[in-house]
């Protein structure tokens, strides 16, 4: 499928049919937030198993914080914006989509990297900033913020979100106290090893051991990256950064099969009792 504007410039192997009609009705909604940098088809393979699982999926770009707009990424209005880009969505999806009339308004999230944190916000816990700014060394961007005393913008939790999927949200902001606000079901996946804006795993791992309830925790004996759609051989060569595991040899298609069919088999338990 050309994106024209909305290209990346390599090849993602997105696949699909622009203004191909919607079958069914009463199908949950799947919105999806990207991580810092990212796109909205960087979880094309998940995306495409969810819908074909009989649910309504929706992703953006956050603006301000894409492959090509970057001019809010290392600003504290991210943790505004990126909410509110959400709630955005599902207003537009529930209230003026086309094809709105065939949406059963039981709403799941998915969630990666900063995308992840983007979700927990909307589920309820408030970034534990003073800690970000105990542990902050920048005096740049968000850190040279919070070392003025600039406070961070408030989101509203969704209470439209039924069900989550959260995918290795950095660490900083998020503690036991924080982290217990959240009441609704959800996934929780993490890597082990770590990576850009999530560190060495440790982090990650205090996360999981902090989370309430009963959530239904993975681990990924891998790095930060896996979560992202497996690479075409045009991508892998254009952006080897995001397409390059850890450990050398990781099977990342063999991993999204397994990992895209536990995050359908959870949202249909949560959201879709009747849907095949």
Same mark, same amino acid.
Do not use: Q
């Given at each position: 499928m050309a994106l024209g504007r909305l290209s990346v410039g390599a090849d993602f192997d997105l696949k699909g049919v622009k203004d191909c009609p919607v079958a069914g009705v009463k199908l949950p909604v799947i919105i999806f937030s990207h991580g810092r940098g990212g796109w909205f088809g960087q979880h094309h393979d998940t995306v495409e198993a969810l819908a074909d699982a009989g649910f309504v999926v929706a992703a953006i770009n956050h603006p301000g914080d894409t492959y090509s707009d970057s001019s809010?990424?290392?600003?504290?209005?991210?943790?505004?914006?990126?909410?509110?880009?959400?709630?955005?969505?599902?207003?537009?999806?529930?209230?003026d989509w086309k094809d709105r009339a065939v949406i059963d308004p039981k709403v799941g999230f998915?969630?990666?990297?900063?995308?992840?944190?983007?979700?927990?916000?909307?589920?309820?816990?408030?970034?534990?900033?003073?800690?970000?700014?105990?542990?902050?060394?920048?005096?740049?961007?968000?850190c040279a913020q919070l070392h003025n #005393?600039?406070?961070?913008?408030? %989101?509203?939790?969704?209470?439209?979100?039924? =069900? +989550? !999927?959260?995918?290795d949200p950095p660490p900083t902001v998020?503690?036991?106290?924080?982290?217990?606000?959240?009441?609704?079901?959800?996934q929780f996946w993490r890597s082990q090893f770590g990576g850009p804006g999530v560190g060495d795993g440790a982090g990650t791992a205090r996360v999981a051991d902090s989370l309430p309830g009963k959530?239904?925790?993975?681990?990924?004996?891998? #790095?930060?990256?896996?979560?992202? %759609?497996?690479?075409?051989p045009q991508l892998? =060569? +254009? !952006?080897?950064?995001?397409?390059?595991?850890?450990?050398?040899?990781?099977?990342?298609?063999?991993?999204?099969?397994?990992?895209?069919?536990?995050v359908v088999k959870f949202f249909r338990e949560q959201l879709a009792g009747d849907v095949r």
């Open positions: 809010r990424r290392d600003t504290l209005s991210l943790w505004g914006s990126r909410p509110a880009d959400m709630v955005r969505l599902l207003d537009f999806l529930l209230k998915f969630g990666f990297s900063l995308g992840a944190s983007t979700g927990l916000v909307l589920m309820g816990t408030k970034p534990d900033f003073a800690r970000v700014a105990s542990l902050c060394k920048e005096t740049t961007g968000a #005393g600039e406070t961070p913008p408030d %989101a509203r939790p969704d209470a439209r979100i039924r =069900a +989550a !999927v959260i995918v998020l503690t036991r106290e924080n982290l217990a606000a959240i009441k609704i079901p959800f959530p239904n925790i993975h681990v990924v004996a891998a #790095g930060h990256y896996v979560f992202l %759609a497996p690479c075409s892998a =060569a +254009a !952006v080897p950064r995001i397409c390059t595991d850890v450990p050398t040899g990781f099977d990342r298609a063999t991993f999204h099969r397994e990992f895209n069919a536990a």
